[in-house]
């Protein structure tokens, strides 16, 4: 039997590991990098016979556009992650006994091999990177609930969450991040427990914890993801609520072996590098854009197919160029770059679009990337993973563990400012750099040298 994937409750198909607990062995099989982008890549068909479409058909192949969804190599190494942070969770002690004493499935065994904490995580980025989308697609590449009913012969009535995703609040409550949780739990098994725990005005923030702890162990949560960690930052400073909310989440991680992945900007680093232990539990890849290279332009490659103007444009060094300068090697952006180029080219009648319709898009919609980048690895940096590969190579640049958290300045296909001069070997700026610029004095007699007695 096979895993129906998306937010689906499934039966639990057992891989008989032998490891006695029916929650590792209920998790579906890692797939490799191949089936894993091949599963995750959404590419409709590109436009045909462009001469003989209407300009509604146009239109309409615009609105497809944002659906195209190509695969980077730094996703597989995020779906790697969390995969292995959910086996983790299920590895630990805390989920080991819950089975036993429900179930009396585990009187026999030794108890080697089991973790006492779940891991934890954090992914930040650039804004418009595909950070959520990449790991909202990773996630549907598992079941969210696996419903057990028999195991080894006897009675196993249980819920299995695999994970949850939410998204931080913007005034980074404690109690509204344990609402949120509780929403997406019930929304993921069909159940009302928010309407009973707003019914019962639970007054204390730690009543309202202590139920999400408890929730999170009886339905076996194995990973919590948390969107927008940087509105944390946002509101840090006026209602000091960082530190409660950071708190909570540490010992929902403690308390429940409940994985914890974190998702944002890179604002968020400053939160993370505040505290020891903040920065212990939240390493992870720190995104940047693409470099004006190979990388970028296999990607631009991907999407210039869909083009939906009378004639389609040659992707040329200049137009390739010209795209990057005004995107900043964000990908959201090179995408709706793309697409607005083609409906300025549409509503003025142009054939095909070029450098005025590109300017044009990124005037239209005010397209400003940063100017200053977090330090981090370039999506350009990242090397596909080989096939079985389980971990990151040594020496890729998957992870960020320097703990710098300086920044570098965006790149430019295109250099920018006035071209240098060409001076003279006798130039004084020349002489300065090169270090003559004392011979170069002393052989023209403008300076005596001094000698010391």
Not at 101 to 112: C, P, T
Request: net charge neutral; aromatic share 8%; charged share 20%.
């Amino acid at each position: 039997m096979k895993y129906n994937l998306g937010m689906q409750t499934v039966e639990a198909v057992y891989d008989n590991s032998g490891t006695q607990n029916p929650l590792i062995e209920a998790l579906p099989e890692c797939l490799g990098p191949e089936q894993f982008i091949r599963q995750i890549r959404c590419c409709p068909p590109p436009p045909q016979a462009c001469q003989s479409m209407s300009m509604a058909e146009r239109r309409q192949g615009l609105t497809l556009l944002p659906t195209v969804f190509i695969p980077l190599d730094y996703m597989y190494y995020i779906y790697d992650s969390l995969y292995r942070m959910l086996q983790s969770s299920y590895h630990t002690l805390t989920s080991r006994e819950r089975v036993t004493r429900i179930n009396a499935l585990f009187s026999d065994s030794s108890g080697a091999g089991y973790g006492a904490q779940a891991q934890s995580g954090a992914l930040l980025g650039t804004p418009g990177i595909g950070k959520t989308s990449a790991l909202k697609r990773c996630l549907m590449l598992m079941p969210q609930v696996v419903s057990h009913e028999k195991y080894l012969g006897k009675a196993f009535y249980t819920k299995q969450v695999l994970w949850l995703h939410v998204e931080c609040p913007s005034d980074a409550s404690q109690k509204t991040m344990a609402y949120n949780i509780v929403r997406a739990l019930d929304m993921a098994v069909g159940s009302n427990h928010l309407d009973y725990l707003l019914r019962a005005h639970a007054g204390s923030a730690s009543a309202v914890a202590t139920y999400i702890k408890t929730l999170c162990v009886t339905y076996n949560v194995g990973l919590l993801v948390v969107d927008e960690i940087q509105n944390v930052v946002a509101t840090a400073q006026r209602t000091n609520r960082i530190k409660p909310l950071i708190r909570f989440l540490t010992e929902l991680t403690n308390d429940t072996c409940t994985a914890v992945y974190f998702t944002g900007t890179t604002l968020a680093e400053t939160v993370f590098q505040s505290e020891e232990y903040l920065r212990r539990r939240t390493r992870g890849p720190r995104l940047l854009p693409f470099k004006p290279d190979g990388a970028y332009r296999s990607f631009l490659s991907s999407l210039w197919p869909y083009q939906y103007t009378p004639e389609q444009a040659m992707l040329t060094d200049k137009l390739a160029n010209q795209i990057y300068d005004y995107s900043g090697g964000i990908p959201a952006y090179i995408s709706k770059i793309l697409e607005e180029a083609q409906a300025q080219a549409l509503m003025r009648g142009v054939d095909k679009i070029d450098g005025k319709m590109v300017a044009a898009a990124a005037d239209y919609l005010a397209i400003q990337p940063p100017r200053e980048l977090g330090t981090g690895t370039f999506l350009s940096d990242f090397q596909a993973p080989a096939e079985g590969a389980i971990e990151p190579p040594e020496g890729n640049p998957a992870e960020n563990t320097s703990g710098d958290t300086g920044s570098v300045k965006r790149l430019y296909a295109v250099q920018r400012g006035r071209r240098a001069d060409q001076r003279d070997e006798r130039d004084l700026l020349v002489a300065y750099k090169t270090g003559t610029l004392r011979e170069l004095l002393l052989s023209h007699g403008m300076v005596e040298e001094v000698v010391l007695c």
